[in-house]
């Protein structure tokens, strides 16, 4: 908060890193987008080979990095596992999940903090399945690493602001639940590519979303997601999409329900 606050930081060389510009940049360039303000999306232009898809055990933050500064992509969107009641998560409280781990590596809090109407809604709608708004981010940037270690370059990363369903909850209240949970994260998952496509992104990072504390089933996501990344409406929309999977499980089950679906792709 307080190198965001500031607009700039020490690097380990002891060079001063001015990033105000680019953190105003970012947040005035937030965008909030409604349920079904994408269902018509479609890419003007489509690539002629389908998507490289990885499956790896990076966290999202690390493997945006790696797609930008050793892989030399550019303009990488990476999908933040949204809480959909509060900025960041639980993040100035100390809390340590994917979006709180994001929050403390970049401005993505400033620009989160002023759509209020996101958050608004979600509070108001009283179903843990959520509500389809979204949450846009151009170029935030990011000044440190996993291990939270100042970068020396800052880089950038789009990033998509979307909730899960809490499906662990709505189980509990509603046991014929199920179908309610998959058409939410359809609908959702869909949205998050095209909101990534109309903003011209090419390379994305996706991931568990909502596998952990929201207790959605692994599969069953990348099921969601690998059905609408073969569907014809985003055929040719991406060039590389990496499924970053940081499980700590003892047996993996989310990175292995990913490696499991996206085997041969």
Same mark, same amino acid.
């Given at each position: 908060?307080? #190198?965001?606050? +500031?607009?700039?930081?020490?690097? !380990?060389?002891?060079?001063?890193? +001015? #990033? ?70 639980? =993040? ?45 981010? !151009?170029? /935030?940037?990011?000044?440190?690493? @996993? ?7 800052? #880089?950038?990363?789009?990033? #998509? ?10 189980? @509990?209240r509603d046991e014929g639940v199920e179908q309610d949970i998959r058409a939410a994260l359809e609908r959702r998952a869909a949205m998050v590519l095209a909101a990534a496509g109309a903003h011209g992104h090419r390379c994305l ?8 504390? =929201? ?5 069953? /996501? ?11 409406? =985003? ?7 990496v499924f970053a999977v940081y499980d700590r499980g003892a047996d993996q089950p989310n990175y292995r329900a990913f490696r499991d679906r996206f085997a041969g792709a």
């Open positions: 908060m307080q #190198i965001v606050s +500031r607009g700039e930081y020490t690097a !380990p060389s002891g060079a001063t890193v +001015r #990033i105000r510009d680019r953190v105003l940049t970012a947040v005035k360039g937030t965008a909030l987008y409604r349920p079904g303000s994408l269902d018509t999306w479609e890419p003007k232009e489509r690539l002629e080979r389908p998507a490289s898809i990885e499956v790896t055990g990076e966290t999202t933050g690390a493997a945006g990095r790696r797609l930008v500064e050793q892989e030399g992509e550019a303009r990488v969107a990476a999908l933040n596992f949204a809480s959909a009641k509060n900025p960041g998560g639980g =993040f100035l409280r100390g809390a340590k999940a994917q979006e709180e781990d994001l929050a403390r590596c970049s401005a993505l809090y400033a620009c989160l903090v002023e759509q209020r109407e996101y958050y608004d809604q979600n509070r108001a709608s009283g179903s843990f399945l959520y509500t389809d708004h979204l949450i846009y981010s !151009p170029d /935030v940037p990011f000044f440190r690493d @996993e291990q939270h270690n100042l970068l020396e370059r800052p #880089i950038a990363l789009s990033i #998509i602001t979307a909730p899960a369903p809490n499906a662990g909850e709505a189980r @509990e990072v996706l991931g568990a979303w909502g596998c952990g504390v =929201f207790r959605n089933d692994p599969g069953e /996501v990348a099921d969601v997601f690998a059905r609408w990344l073969e569907h014809p409406r =985003f055929r040719g929309a991406f060039s590389r999409v």
